[in-house]
C-alpha cells in the first residue's frame, strides 16, 4: 500500500512540476503589462432623434484601469486598441498564471508530505528488520 501512495505521489508531483513550469514562463516574458480591461460599452446619447431613444444603442471601445490607487474609464483611441488590448490580455494571462501557480504550490507541499510519511514508514519498516531494529520496543 505504501508503495503504491508514493507512485502516485511521485507522478502527481511531475504533473506539477510540468504545470508549473509552464507557468512559470509567462512570468519569465519581458512585455509590458496594464492592470485592466478592454470592453465594448454600449451606450445612449441622449438626444431626441437619435437611432439610440429606438433602441441602436452606440458603441464604444473602453479601458478600465487602475493607476496608482485610483480606477479610471478612458475611450482609448483607435490606433492603441490593438496594444492596450494585448498587455491587458497579458495581465489576465499573468493572473491566471499565478493563481494557477498558487494552487499547485499548495498541492505540491501536500504531496511532498504525503511522499515524507510514505518513505519515513518503509524506512521504519526496513529498519525493523535489521539486528538492530530487532532490539527496540
Known sequence: MNRQRLSAARKRIHQLQQAMEDDLRVFLERTPLLKGRL?????????????????????????????????YNRCPADQDIPLLHEMTGRYQDFR?????????????????GVMERERLALGEERFRKTETGKRVP
Open 96 to 112: 491566471q498564471a499565478r493563481a494557477r501557480l498558487v494552487k499547485a504550490s499548495r498541492e505540491l507541499l501536500e504531496q511532498i
Open 39 to 71: 470592453y465594448e460599452a454600449q451606450t445612449r446619447c441622449g438626444k431626441p432623434g437619435c437611432r439610440c431613444n429606438r433602441g441602436e444603442l452606440h458603441t464604444a471601445m473602453v479601458l478600465a484601469y487602475r493607476g496608482g490607487e485610483k480606477q
